[in-house]
């Protein structure tokens, strides 16, 4: 069913105070569908729909609003509503909602959920953001390693309403340590009575409490798996990700390496482009844009210092902008190539001089093509050999220079530690403008016998 | 184990002639770590390494190469050891293979692989790149609409061991259509006797076989599902969709879009940075770059049209590159979010006007924090209070231009069916670029009285 179909029936059901065959519906709607509900019927009414789903529904919808909608839709709720969601939801979700909330709110959530729970909630909230440990819930199927595949099924009969996957089943020592994994489907295939130590795989990948959740994710990314053990420095098993938390993650990191590459500040409270204010749009960009432009007037002052030349020739100046915007080409296909190579483990930092090596021939390739079509042009329209030479050997250089900057300077920024993401097109396009108009005059200047 | 380890103990077992230690030891590798480990040995040990493998794990571990590798070790592979890989093998994989491999390779497959295979491949291969049809597998687990959960779990124990997923098992009636779904967790739960009609989920997510993979993909976020089922044109069920697959669109999509975004063109035969030769990064590189240096020259042609004006004041140029880097600067940030936003659905070709509103207020409080701190940086610097006034102004409607065409370009390009990504960075400088030094002169000549 179409959005816009659901959403006409649920607002045709309420006028005609259908709340029964409502109810019904909205049993049937996708968890995941209710956002755009809830943003497509007027506010008084949200309430009113929620108010109707089962307490499994509700906990599930709950968790598929956005922060700001659940901040709104807790402010609304009693707090018997509150314990039923509370109830429901997973860790790794309710440990999410309430690092979002304000410090009110999370009084009221937590005064509401089970002691238990909030035991469990207390300890993955110490886990630091981007962490394995804070992506990880606690809600998983755990096996003894003296068990066979009847007693398997007998405990993922009685918990696994509760787990957040049955799919894969973590085989655990009575301490606790993590001794193998089993997919759902070999505990299918497998005879009833045959031990579980006999088809866990033993060879698990896993990730610690405190491993990068960049890493977690290219980890998924690999493996092909649907869910990842977290293991203390024990190798005690404290919980899963599940591959759905992957996916955010790869989501979240994309979007964070694109904003970086347009210079734009990334923050942690993100909401989406329009709902996000012009002001916080305005900071996030700002800063990056006044440290550019500062360095641009770097460019500013060579040209300054070659006015006489200008006054001299002032046709030179009509290619500064051909030039710039060149480099500034050469420079963001470079460093776009190469920060996506690291992000994906293609490139590593040691291979800064292969990478260099392929840069330099790419750029050779290029710079050359690039100046013939620019010699040929200004042969054309200037018939002047002298600059259409000033032009295309710089133009030469410049992609050089471009390519080489875009290349080394995100390896380095990795290798030093810094997020490669940076050294992208803004700070490379304003290094190699200040490089290709230094060289620009010189040449010039050489050439015309200016100064 | 680390990967270093690994490799250090396969040299080692190779070099002592353990071949049996190492047969052992090679069936615990994870298949995902196989093209790492090839990657490290000596080409000649590659293939000792692959015919110690069991027949699963020989399949498994092929799937995991690079096309180029696979291509190298068919070559080495004898007839029957081919037909071993394609018995394994999935069909989704079969398929992507034969897409890959020269004729020659593809023949050889092909006349090695099953009757009933070969039918379904050359189904498969009639899907357009792109589509759900050209992701999805055949092997899934079907039941018939008047079984029970005991049934069921005969039909997964009997056949498990091919298909793909047993996660989510399908409902479809006797000509194949699609009624529900189920996730093995709920049959796990159920009792033995219940009809599987009563427990599955009939309010199925599908796609289409001709759905755009990125729309998929986009599913696969919103859902959280594991696998997704793809029917055709009467609601049959013809194969499903694995998140695996998925994810692998998702970095598909994500590197395509970086690349477009960076004027480098994208190709369908992709290979990772290092391994893509020169010619061809060259070439993904340079149509783009004269393009764009093309319409650069407009800009010049503009500065060139007011040569007198800079022999005049030729400090004025001084002031171009600043000028054209925060312009592009400002039109990568507002396009890079735009753009963003479009791929991930958060705004809609319908939200244009609100997009320009919020750009606009952005844009204003920008350009004018930045035309006071180069304002007040003209009159310490020059204290020239005429210039300080041009430079202001012409920045304020260089960021407004920029920020407006950053918003505007892409979600128009959508509108009209082109891929947004190509309304980036690059194309939107060179247009700022033009319109920014056209206002600079333009006010420069009606405050200098110059001409």
């Not at 709104?72 to 429901?88: G, H, Y």
């Not at 530690?417 to 097109?425: E, Q, R, S, V």
Request: charged share 25%; proline share 2%; aromatic share 6%.
């Amino acid at each position: 069913m179409e959005l816009e179909e659901i959403i006409a029936k649920v607002t045709n059901f309420i006028d005609n105070k259908k709340i029964k065959d409502l109810r019904e519906f909205l049993e049937n709607i996708n968890s995941a569908d209710f956002p755009n509900i809830f943003e497509n019927v007027e506010e008084d009414k949200i309430i009113i729909i929620y108010r109707l789903l089962s307490k499994e529904k509700a906990a599930e919808v709950f968790v598929e609003l956005d922060h700001d909608d659940q901040e709104k839709l807790i402010n609304c709720l009693t707090d018997t509503e509150i314990k039923n969601v509370m109830d429901e939801i997973y860790m790794d979700d309710a440990v999410d909602l309430i690092e979002e909330m304000p410090s009110n709110v999370v009084k009221r959530i937590l005064s509401n959920t089970k002691a238990e729970n909030r035991k469990i909630i207390n300890e993955l909230l110490k886990y630091p953001d981007d962490t394995a440990g804070s992506l990880m819930t606690t809600e998983f199927i755990d096996l003894k390693e003296n068990m066979c595949v009847e007693d398997a099924f007998e405990i993922i009969r009685k918990k696994a309403l509760k787990k957040e996957t049955v799919y894969n089943c973590y085989v655990v020592t009575v301490d606790r340590k993590l001794l193998g994994v089993i997919d759902i489907k070999d505990l299918l295939i497998a005879n009833r009575q045959e031990p579980i130590k006999e088809i866990m795989d033993t060879n698990v990948v896993k990730v610690h409490t405190l491993e990068d959740q960049e890493e977690v994710a290219r980890i998924f990314d690999k493996y092909d798996y649907v869910a990842l053990p977290v293991v203390d420095n024990e190798n005690r098993l404290v919980g899963i990700i599940t591959i759905d938390d992957a996916i955010d993650v790869i989501q979240e990191e994309t979007l964070e390496d694109f904003e970086k590459m347009a210079a734009i500040v990334t923050t942690e409270d993100r909401d989406s482009y329009l709902k996000t204010g012009v002001f916080k749009h305005a900071k996030n960009r700002i800063i990056w844009l006044l440290v550019l432009m500062i360095s641009s007037m770097l460019t500013g002052g060579i040209i300054e210092n070659f006015e006489s030349a200008i006054a001299t020739l002032p046709l030179l100046v009509a290619f500064i902008p051909m030039l710039m915007d060149t480099g500034g080409n050469c420079g963001s296909q470079a460093s776009t190539l190469i920060i996506r190579g690291l992000a994906m483990n293609e490139i590593s930092t040691k291979d800064i001089f292969k990478a260099m090596w392929k840069e330099l021939r790419v750029a050779i390739v290029v710079g050359i093509t690039l100046a013939v079509a620019n010699f040929v042009r200004i042969i054309l329209q200037y018939q002047d050999f002298k600059i259409a030479f000033v032009v295309g050997t710089t133009l030469i250089c410049t992609v050089i220079m471009a390519k080489l900057l875009g290349c080394v300077l995100p390896i380095v920024a990795k290798k030093i530690k810094l997020d490669p993401a940076i050294m992208a097109a803004p700070l490379i396009t304003t290094i190699v403008d200040t490089l290709s108009v230094l060289v620009f005059f010189n040449i010039s200047t050489y050439v015309f016998h200016l100064s």
